[in-house]
């Protein structure tokens, strides 16, 4: 919602990294952001290396992230799902990164570790992240991790079934991370 500051940057970072790959679409969902985001979003498509037939915007009319997570999973057809916040950054290579991780039959959704930015961060930030960071590490190494890091978090659509978030509920990424583990997957 109202990300009009970061949709160019982000748009052009996906189109980038999924350009190559013809089985791979866009899905924006505007969460009723009242600023440029969606005339933006549209300019930025259609300027980029992406067929039309790739992308779409859908808006949830309403805000909030689950909300519009649930819009987006119904107008979905698909194996696996990328879901990303608009104000996160990737590296180049996210996408083989997430794709490599799945070819383990029980991983069933997979998320990102957060960077971190001295420039931007309070030490005791900091050290939250860096902790953080390193207990999912060790976490999904053994077993599972039910707190992911949700700017960027892919899953197999097949192991959710008709599962949809709680949208009065906070906590898109644990909900998502929860109902992989109740079906059996890491």
Not at 26 to 46: A, H, P, Q, R, Y
Request: net charge negative; charged share 30%.
């Amino acid at each position: 919602r109202n990300e009009a500051s970061n949709a160019k940057r982000k748009i052009i970072e996906v189109v980038d990294e999924i350009k190559n790959f013809d089985k791979i679409d866009i899905l924006i969902v505007n969460s009723d952001s009242n600023d440029e985001t969606e005339k933006i979003s549209i300019e930025t498509l259609k300027m980029s290396e992406l067929a039309e037939n790739r992308w779409k915007i859908l808006t949830s009319g309403k805000p909030g992230k689950s909300i519009a997570i649930n819009v987006a999973l119904e107008h979905i057809d698909c194996d696996f799902i990328i879901m990303m916040d608009t104000d996160s950054s990737l590296d180049s290579g996210w996408l083989k990164t997430i794709t490599n991780g799945f070819y383990e039959d029980e991983i069933g959704l997979i998320s990102g570790f957060e960077k971190l930015n001295n420039s931007k961060s309070t030490l005791s930030k900091l050290e939250y992240k860096k902790y953080s960071n390193a207990l999912r590490s060790r976490e999904s190494g053994l077993d599972s991790c039910f707190v992911v890091e949700g700017s960027i978090i892919a899953w197999r659509t097949a192991i959710m079934g008709d599962f949809r978030l709680l949208e009065n509920s906070n906590a898109d990424d644990c909900q998502l991370a929860c109902q992989a583990v109740r079906n059996g997957f890491r």
